[in-house]
């Protein structure tokens, strides 16, 4: 017996109510053309998986939105797709432009991030925590919570790419 043509309408609808299967048809139907689609914009294969991840997300919080009336669902979630990829893109655009915040006066005037580390009590368990992450982790993770850092902010400052640094 042939199965039947898929309906990503149907799924839509269906995952708007909190069907999780529901969704999980869509992944399983959709995820792969996709991710050929976010490669091609986004040329490295990381960012265009955090941006199928991205896009399932907003399928899975917003999927109440879409109206069959106004377009077809591949429509509506390939634009998704392509809106998240460009947000990527431009992120990391601004991100690039700059690698040497210093010179631009956007290091906080306080004290270095590693100075922090030392002043800590020997016997403090961040510290041990701290003292056990690789060099540039334990960078990113003071510079984000002592010096309010953002991703791509410190992207910028580390000289990673911008999906690295979120994850």
């Known amino acids: 017996m042939p199965s039947s043509p898929f309906d990503l309408n149907n799924a839509l609808r269906l995952t708007a ?7 999980r048809s869509i992944y399983d139907a959709e995820a792969s053309r996709m ?3 976010a490669m091609r914009l986004l040329r490295r294969r990381a960012l ?7 896009t399932f ?8 939105s879409f109206d069959p009336a106004r377009g077809e669902g591949r429509t509506w979630l390939y634009a998704i797709l392509r809106n998240r990829a460009l947000n990527i893109l431009r992120g990391e655009t601004r991100t690039d432009l700059t690698e040497d915040f210093e ?3 956007l290091e906080a005037p306080g004290e270095d991030a590693e100075a922090l580390v030392v002043r800590l009590s020997d016997a403090s368990a961040l510290r041990r925590c701290l003292e056990r992450l690789e060099p540039l ?3 990113a993770v003071l510079l ?24």
């Open 57 to 64: 997300v907003q399928v899975w919080q917003k999927a109440a």
């Open 144 to 167: 984000a919570y002592v010096e309010g850092l953002s991703h791509g902010e410190l992207a910028g400052r580390l000289g990673v790419p911008l999906g690295t640094m979120k994850s």
């Open 35 to 37: 991710l050929g689609v």
């Open 48 to 54: 265009a998986e955090e941006a199928v991840h991205d």
């Open 103 to 105: 010179s631009m006066g």
């Open 17 to 23: 109510r909190g069907d999780r299967i529901a969704l």
């Open 137 to 139: 982790r334990r960078k």
